[in-house]
């Protein structure tokens, strides 16, 4: 059984930072890719950034420069690091792994406010 933990998220002021971490048991996890998605109210689901099976990672152009996405193999957690943050990063971020099927953490809120 594949499982996920995120945690981290919360209250943050405009230029802070924060890192998320999604804990992930049941998988092979140094190949199995992982991504970061997020959803505001009101919108779609969209990717924030990803690590391929590779290693290769990639990030979408609005958090370019101020996220990077990293695995720690030996305590299979994946992190979002979150720098320079901006009222339009407030969202429920969740955590995606791929191990035979897409598997979705539970969500964590982060709201930049002053």
């Known amino acids: 059984q594949v499982r996920l933990m995120e945690s981290g998220g919360g209250l943050v002021p405009p230029g802070g930072s924060l890192r998320l971490r999604c804990v992930v048991s049941g998988t092979n996890f140094k190949i199995a890719p992982v991504a970061w998605y997020r959803q505001a109210p009101g919108n779609e689901r969209e990717l924030v950034a990803s690590?391929?099976?590779?290693?290769?990672?990639s990030y979408a152009d609005s958090v370019k420069g101020r996220f990077t996405i990293s695995k720690d193999i030996a305590r299979t957690t994946a992190y979002l690091q979150m720098d320079s943050v901006a009222s339009e990063d407030t969202a429920v971020y969740y955590c995606?792994?791929?191990?035979?099927?897409?598997?979705w953490g539970q969500g964590t809120q982060v709201t930049v406010s002053s």
């Open positions: 995606k792994v791929y191990w035979r099927r897409e598997w």
């Open positions: 690590i391929s099976s590779d290693g290769t990672s």
